[in-house]
């Protein structure tokens, strides 16, 4: 019998850090935050690892692997952790392999080489430049394709192309012993020439491969019968080691019977993989129905003719998706039960448009099954109704509240013709426990995903979990169907795998020991171990009961101001926010259509996820751990890497406010330590803005002098590569003064209060005469008061709390009263507008800034509403020219829908060319800093490359610092959308000077 594999305790820990050291060239992370932040995954479970290597190449995962071998240290290779079974979690060694593993190596004609850690997405973006794909399509589309590869990923379409398994040609696998083989259809003589002779010499490290053939060949024949009477009843099975399909006379599979082995075999480092031509058309039909039984009827017809994906959503998810999705409300009216999505794919349009109308007949017309059916053969009709099936995660992610629903029984698979029995089972089941539960069921697969709307206050609940898990697994065992027909086994699915496998579990564990003798490759996965203990660890939650409890910064005696620990502990809703954060992941992507994470696009570290950064906070949250540690160094350096461009808050699909949480942390961190000397001068921006503004000759002498800058950046961290925008000799405030602006007017003509903020006001006076000179050329009056200050963003973003709020106070003063007398607060900083519209309300309980808020617009939403109303002039002179604009993140997040371009398309002869592929990576102040430098660069290169395409002559954008950045990085003269408004109107004419000013002499005077 296999002894257990004991947890590697402290000094253990330190020694192995130590002994990786002088072994491998990757990254060793075994701090107490980084190991927190690898403790979760997708799943409900949370098992804290004794360490974290991002190893570099397969050379450091080899020798990884051979000292883990000497010293009994268990490894759990990991993708991008987006397992809904704990598949990646464990005690040992977690090897990271989605940091450097990514390359996608040679696209051929039908294969495609790539190492694991390259994104499922990203994979079949490449292909389709090629006409091609990756056919298995889990619907989680960040995952890896080595976390496909190790659970055997499928998705919506399975019905068609199958499992992972069957699209996997060859593997570079790392042994127990630290070989690296190549394995894949081979000859089941491990001596034959093939394998011996490799450029005249002989692999270097074939012997334990060798063994390892002959020993699975031996196994596999012992056992013959008993696999081949075992064959699973549903063709949709992934639970445990899949051994048909995998021995004939003349070879044996290896990577085939790899592929579904959840890294307790071998690691991979690379795959071949078969890719299939994209379909050369596809067409949607989406059914509605009054009862689930009838679209469960309907789906066995459908299945007969050969779909692609037949996926049913049960009443509880569609009512979810219609509250927050127009698309979903428009599509499915309130009578319909549950909706049959089905979609085709054929060789030709006309051919899927054909199968989708005559089902279509069927169900609707003839069967009379369906209520309603919608039938979409081109792209955007597709897309349009597959948004109902899109939108039901997030509406299930966005539930707010204690009961949540919880994915544990959610993989289980039955003879599709049983569906309806299984469900009317488990109902039971559920209504005996008093839950209630969602459905979304691949139904001619047979595959449902279930999710129980479960209470959940934590590792308390696994006994209750558990029990209905059994039970839910009794029936679907009796029904001849599978616990995991999908996702993975990991830890949810492990003890249930003896009962699932009968007699094929004693030939599962004679594999494991084959291939893992010492059981050190993800430990207690499939094949369990044989102390394990039947029970779940559950993830911990954030509680409530230790809010308030901010480190004072000193003895803990002397009170710390009570405004900045009300904002660093915030309220109960800061648990709430944090246990929400469901680990799915998809805050890891770098899709260009959406914008989170900045920092993690650039670095690819897990630290740098929202994801991390929501797992961090629920373990700070907890009772047992130490409330110091709220406001320590190690914490705030993660919070560090929170930016605050807010996409995530926008985009995460359970809504978890990252960068709210991350403003709270450095908040206590700055309440106990105070602000560093660089992070000071970063929050102090207005205020040396206000100096540099005063004495602008020579502080822009300095700034143009790299001796002056190379003193800054030992001063104060500001980097000398950056050239800072110059300070104009006179603010905008004093010609605002100067020309009456700041006196209220009298005429009842409708009329504006200008929000300036620091940039307009001190650097660029020439961007607010063009707000004023837009509106004024329209009839509107402008009101510049007086006193007005910056937003206070700035230091808010480094956590000075009290300096934030003071900005905020003065300015309510200022703009409260102009509130209630209707004025609307004009910002032509989209930053500016956040902090109204938001963080304000964070920082303030106070009807005044709630009231400042609801008034606050930003600029070119404004101009654009005037123009949908018809009172925009459009009087413009032509500017013939291309300008590239940038949708800056602070835009985005004000929630409407960007209109910058549109606005510039207005101007004759104006080519516009909207960029909207990532942040500016300059982000308020961030890439301001010398240490943060390269990172601000990577950060914003997708957006800086579309801008230096040739058809780009100048750049725009609403953000003053994007545009820092599109000058300093891209080299690309840019504006404000309203100073091209106010060119066109005819004012202005300074500003055709400086686009036409070499980009060298820099200063925007
Ligand atoms: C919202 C949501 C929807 C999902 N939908 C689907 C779906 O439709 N279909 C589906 O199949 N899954 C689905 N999943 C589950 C998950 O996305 C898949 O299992 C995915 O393949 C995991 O990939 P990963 O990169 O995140 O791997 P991880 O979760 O990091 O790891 C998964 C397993 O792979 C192993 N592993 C990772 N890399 C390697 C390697 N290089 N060598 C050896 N072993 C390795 C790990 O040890 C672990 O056992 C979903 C998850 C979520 C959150
Ligand atoms: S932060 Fe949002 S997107 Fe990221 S893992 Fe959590 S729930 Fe998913
Ligand atoms: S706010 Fe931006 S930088 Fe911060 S975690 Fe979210 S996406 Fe990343």
Not at 190 to 198: D, M
Request: aromatic share 6%; net charge neutral; charged share 25%.
């Amino acid at each position: 019998m296999v002894e257990r594999v004991r947890a590697v305790d402290q000094p253990q820990r330190e020694r192995i850090r130590d002994d990786l050291k002088g072994i491998l060239r990757g990254e060793l992370l075994f701090d107490d935050l980084s190991c927190i932040l690898y403790s979760t995954d997708a799943s409900i479970f949370e098992v804290r690892p004794a360490g974290v290597v991002v190893p570099r190449d397969e050379e450091d995962v080899q020798a990884l692997v051979r000292y883990a071998a000497e010293q009994q240290v268990p490894l759990v290779p990991r993708g991008a952790g987006t397992g809904l079974a704990g598949e990646a979690l464990g005690d040992g060694l977690i090897v990271d392999l989605s940091k450097h593993f990514r390359g996608i190596l040679d696209v051929g004609a039908d294969t495609v080489r790539v190492q694991p850690g390259v994104v499922y997405r990203d994979l079949n973006r490449e292909l389709a430049r090629i006409g091609r794909r990756f056919a298995p399509d889990p619907s989680n589309i960040e995952c890896t394709v080595g976390g496909m590869l190790a659970t055997n990923a499928s998705g919506t379409r399975a019905f068609r192309h199958g499992f992972t398994r069957d699209h996997v040609l060859r593997l570079h696998a790392v042994l127990d012993n630290g070989d690296a083989v190549d394995v894949g259809r081979q000859s089941r003589w491990p001596t034959a020439a093939e394998w011996r002779v490799k450029d005249g010499m002989f692999p270097p490290s074939s012997g334990r491969l060798d063994d390892i053939i002959s020993s699975v060949v031996t196994l596999l024949e012992q056992y013959a019968e008993t696999i081949a009477a075992c064959r699973p009843r549903t063709r949709f099975h992934r639970c445990g080691y899949l051994l048909h399909d995998v021995l004939d006379m003349e070879s044996l599979d290896l990577a085939r019977l790899l592929v579904g082995s959840e890294g307790t075999l071998a690691l991979f480092t690379e795959a071949t993989l078969r890719t299939i031509p994209l379909p050369g058309g596809r067409a949607v039909a989406l059914f509605g129905f009054a009862r689930l039984d009838e679209a469960l009827r309907a789906a066995q017809l459908a299945s007969a003719t050969g779909p692609a994906a037949c996926d049913l959503i049960d009443h509880r998810l569609l009512r979810l998706a219609r509250g927050s999705h127009g698309t979903v409300a428009e599509l499915v009216p309130p009578a319909v039960e549950a909706v049959l999505l089905i979609e085709y794919e054929s060789d030709t349009p006309a051919g899927a448009t054909q199968l989708a109308n005559d089902l279509a007949n069927q169900l609707y017309r003839c069967e009379r099954l369906a209520l309603l059916a919608h039938v979409a053969s081109d792209e955007p009709a597709c897309q349009r109704l597959w948004q109902v099936r899109e939108a039901v995660l997030p509406s299930l992610y966005g539930l707010r509240g204690q009961t949540q629903p919880l994915a544990f029984v959610e993989d289980v698979g039955v003879p599709p013709e049983l569906l309806p029995g299984y469900l009317h089972r488990v109902q039971e089941v559920l209504q005996r426990h008093e839950i209630t539960a969602s459905y979304l069921i691949h139904a001619a697969a047979g595959q449902v995903h279930m999710r129980p709307f479960v209470e959940w206050r934590g590792p308390e609940d696994a006994a209750r979990l558990w029990t209905l898990a059994d039970e839910v697994y009794d029936i679907v065992l009796d029904l001849g169907g599978t616990i995991s027909a999908q996702n993975g086994t990991g830890l949810a699915r492990t003890p249930w795998v003896s009962r699932q496998a009968g007699p094929l579990f004693s030939i599962f564990r004679e594999l494991k020991s084959i291939f893992d003798p010492r059981h050190l490759l993800n430990p207690g996965k499939i094949v369990g171990l044989p102390s394990a203990a039947p029970t779940w660890p559950l993830r911990r939650l954030a509680t409530h009961q230790r809010a308030g409890s901010v480190s004072d910064g000193s003895t803990g005696e002397t009170p710390t101001p009570p405004s900045a620990v009300a904002y660093a502990s915030g309220s109960s809703m800061r648990e709430e926010e944090c246990n929400r954060c469901n680990g799915c992941g998809e805050c890891r992507t770098e899709s260009p259509a959406q914008r989170m994470c900045p920092i993690f696009r650039a670095t690819h570290d897990e630290a740098a996820t929202p994801r991390a950064k929501a797992n961090l906070l629920r373990h700070l949250l907890q009772p047992d751990t130490d409330p110091h540690l709220l406001s320590s160094d190690d914490v705030r350096a993660v919070a560090d890497l929170c930016v605050n461009c807010k996409m995530c808050a926008h985009e995460c699909p359970a809504r978890v406010n990252v960068p709210k949480l991350m403003l709270q942390v450095k908040a206590a961190n700055v309440a106990e330590h105070g602000l560093d000397r660089t992070d000071w001068a970063m929050a102090r921006t207005e205020e040396f803005a206000l100096l540099g503004s005063a004495l602008a000759p020579l502080t822009n002498a300095v700034l143009d002098n790299p001796l002056a800058r190379w003193l800054l950046e030992k001063l104060f961290g500001l980097s000398r590569r950056r050239r800072l925008p110059a300070f104009a000799g006179r603010s905008f405030l004093r010609r605002a003064y100067h020309r009456g602006w700041t006196r209220k007017p009298r005429s009842a003509r409708p009329r504006v209060a200008y929000f300036v903020d620091v940039f307009a006001n001190y650097n660029d006076p020439l961007l607010a005469e063009s707000i004023v000179a837009v509106l004024h050329h329209n009839d509107i009056e402008v009101y510049v008061p007086p006193r007005q200050g910056g937003c206070g963003m700035a230091p808010l973003a480094y956590g000075d709390v009290e300096t934030a709020r003071e900005a905020v106070e003065s300015n309510l003063l200022i703009l409260a009263d102009l509130a209630r007398e209707g004025y609307p607060i004009l910002c032509s900083e989209p930053t500016a507008a956040v902090m109204m519209r938001h963080d304000a309300l964070d920082l303030l309980d106070d009807p005044d800034a709630r009231l400042v808020a609801a008034q606050t617009v930003e600029s070119t939403a404004f101009l654009w509403d005037l123009y949908q109303q018809g009172n925009l002039r459009t009087d413009f002179q032509p500017l013939p020219f291309a300008v590239g604009h940038h949708v800056p993140c602070h835009l985005k997040a004000l929630g409407r829908t960007p209109v910058g371009s549109a606005l510039l398309s207005l101007i004759p002869q104006m080519r516009v060319h909207t960029i909207d592929v990532s942040c500016s990576g300059m982000a308020g102040t961030y890439g301001l800093k010398a240490e943060n430098y390269e990172t601000s660069l990577a950060a914003g290169r997708p957006m800086l490359e579309q801008l230096r395409r040739p058809h780009v002559l100048f750049g725009s954008t609403e953000c003053s610092t994007c545009r820092i950045q599109m000058e300093d990085a891209a080299s690309v003269r840019t504006l404000h959308p309203a100073q091209y408004l106010a060119l066109a109107y005819g004012y202005l004419p300074e500003l055709r000077r400086r686009l036409l000013q070499p980009i060298r002499h820099r200063g925007i005077r």
